[in-house]
């Protein structure tokens, strides 16, 4: 049996599975981690197949998904290289800053290799993914993998030289890190939790379903929402002038410098 098999149960294989599922994907999945509670979690959230052995989940592999950490990338590899690889095994790597070229020297023909950026909103479908694909694959099979992370959300194609822009930009974590900060503000000036979670996520997302759904630019939204000398117009220049925007450049550029560490370390 031939399978979409992920090597690593963590977080990320989590939101992606359960979100293969909510879209009604049938294919058998199968995942491999040395902890058996995390096979137990999802075989019993997510009907899939567990496998404690690497050897035989790298060799029922149609799709092979790598969802390690970075730094276990490099000894993952070299324990699959030993292993009896299918032939034109198509390889998607998850891991952040680990360029093509690391991936390739890993492991040879006949694997091919792509990068994807999965996003953990792909739990509910309303990810987004960035892939790039390296040398050797057939038009076919580019297009499978688009089709399996299509079903989890959007996808985007960009260059690997990109790829590390992209991942420290995307991250939902930037909308749950300022949830949490424009909440605990607003029950901090008197609102009760409960409405300072709702004022606050229309904020954010509502404000962002409307740049997306209509034929405004940002700047004229910006403009509309923040009259000038009015309540919005003095909150934000009031972060601005306290370093928001100093502060955004300086967190990405941060997480450039961790994907860098990650392919110096591989």
Same mark, same amino acid.
Not at 40 to 59: C, F, G, I, P
Not at 137 to 144: D, I, K, Q
């Given at each position: 049996?031939?399978?979409? /098999?992920?090597?690593?149960?963590?977080?990320?294989?989590?939101?992606?599975?359960?979100? &293969?599922? &909510?879209?009604?994907?049938?294919? %058998?999945?199968?995942?491999?981690?040395?902890?058996?509670?995390?096979?137990?979690?999802?075989?019993?959230?997510?009907?899939?197949?567990?496998?404690? =052995?690497?050897?035989? @989940?790298?060799?029922?592999?149609?799709?092979? !998904?790598?969802?390690?950490?970075?730094d276990s990338v490099r000894e993952l590899l070299?324990?699959?290289?030993?292993?009896? $690889?299918?032939?034109?095994?198509?390889?998607?790597?998850?891991?952040?800053? !680990?360029?093509?070229?690391?991936?390739?020297?890993?492991?040879? &023909?006949?694997?091919?290799?792509? +990068?994807?950026?999965?996003? %953990?909103? =792909? +739990?509910?479908?309303?990810?987004?993914?960035?892939?790039?694909?390296?040398?050797?694959?057939?038009?076919?099979?580019?297009?499978? /993998?688009?089709?399996?992370?299509?079903?989890?959300?959007?996808?985007?194609?960009?260059?690997?030289k990109r790829f590390d822009a992209f991942t420290?930009?995307? @991250? @939902? @974590?930037?909308?749950?890190?300022? &949830?949490?900060?424009?909440?605990?503000?607003?029950?901090?000036?008197?609102?009760?939790?409960?409405?300072?979670?709702?004022?606050?996520?229309?904020?954010?997302?509502?404000? $962002?379903?409307?740049?997306?759904?209509?034929?405004?630019?940002?700047?004229?939204?910006?403009?509309?929402?923040?009259?000038?000398?009015?309540?919005?117009?003095?909150?934000?220049?009031?972060?601005?002038?306290?370093?928001? %925007?100093? !502060?955004?450049?300086?967190?990405?550029?941060?997480? $450039? +410098?961790?994907?860098?560490?990650?392919?110096?370390?591989?």
């Amino acid at each position: 049996m031939k399978a979409t /098999v992920f090597l690593g149960g963590g977080r990320i294989t989590s939101a992606l599975v359960a979100g &293969l599922r &909510l879209a009604g994907y049938k294919q %058998p999945i199968v995942v491999h981690d040395r902890h058996p509670q995390k096979l137990q979690k999802l075989e019993r959230e997510y009907d899939v197949l567990v496998q404690a =052995s690497l050897r035989q @989940s790298v060799e029922s592999a149609q799709l092979l !998904i790598i969802a390690v950490r970075p730094d276990s990338v490099r000894e993952l590899l070299k324990e699959i290289a030993s292993f009896r $690889i299918p032939q034109r095994l198509i390889a998607v790597s998850l891991a952040a800053g !680990i360029p093509l070229t690391v991936l390739q020297d890993g492991l040879g &023909l006949p694997v091919r290799w792509v +990068r994807a950026m999965p996003s %953990p909103v =792909s +739990r509910s479908g309303q990810g987004l993914t960035a892939l790039t694909f390296g040398r050797g694959l057939l038009s076919a099979e580019r297009g499978a /993998v688009r089709e399996l992370f299509a079903m989890v959300g959007a996808v985007v194609e960009i260059p690997e030289k990109r790829f590390d822009a992209f991942t420290v930009t995307y @991250s @939902s @974590s930037h909308g749950f890190h300022a &949830l949490a900060h424009l909440v605990r503000a607003a029950e901090e000036i008197g609102l009760d939790r409960k409405t300072a979670r709702l004022a606050a996520a229309h904020a954010l997302a509502d404000g $962002i379903a409307a740049w997306r759904e209509g034929n405004l630019s940002l700047e004229q939204l910006l403009q509309e929402a923040a009259t000038p000398g009015g309540i919005a117009a003095a909150v934000i220049r009031s972060m601005d002038e306290a370093g928001y %925007p100093r !502060i955004v450049a300086k967190g990405l550029a941060a997480g $450039i +410098r961790r994907a860098s560490k990650n392919a110096a370390n591989r």
